[in-house]
């Protein structure tokens, strides 16, 4: 099992900057790829980044993608999802997930956060 626990949503206003962290626990943190998801009310659960166990490969979103940067730190077992040049339309509750295989860009992975809401005025 891994337990997935993310933080560092709040308000922002267009424009600003938040940067997200998933701390992970249970496992070793290098045997996953980690992902970013986003859910905004009324919408399916979306892709938003995702990471390679060694960090060395991203993937994103066409709408984040130039504003949104993934990273880790296996050292600290978390990743990380920093998000400048915020807008309203990414407001959503943000959940990291960790599978075994490559990074995905579908919902397939095998464990997920709690979420953390992201929330940006305009």
């Known amino acids: 099992q891994v337990q997935l626990v993310e933080s560092g949503g709040g308000l922002v206003q267009a424009g600003g900057s938040l940067r997200l962290s998933c701390a992970a626990s249970g496992r070793t943190f290098s045997d996953y790829a980690m992902g970013w998801f986003r859910q905004a009310p009324g919408k399916e659960r979306e892709f938003v980044a995702a990471i390679s166990r060694s960090g060395r490969t991203t993937y994103y979103a066409d709408s984040v993608k130039g504003r949104f940067t993934i990273s880790r730190d296996n050292a600290k077992n978390t990743v990380y999802l920093q998000m400048n040049s915020l807008k309203p339309e990414d407001t959503a509750v943000y959940y990291c997930?960790?599978?075994?295989?490559?990074?995905?860009?579908?919902?397939?992975?095998?464990?997920w956060g709690q979420g953390t809401q992201v929330t940006v005025s305009s």
């Open positions: 997930a960790a599978r075994t295989e490559r990074p995905s860009l579908q919902r397939d992975y095998d464990y």
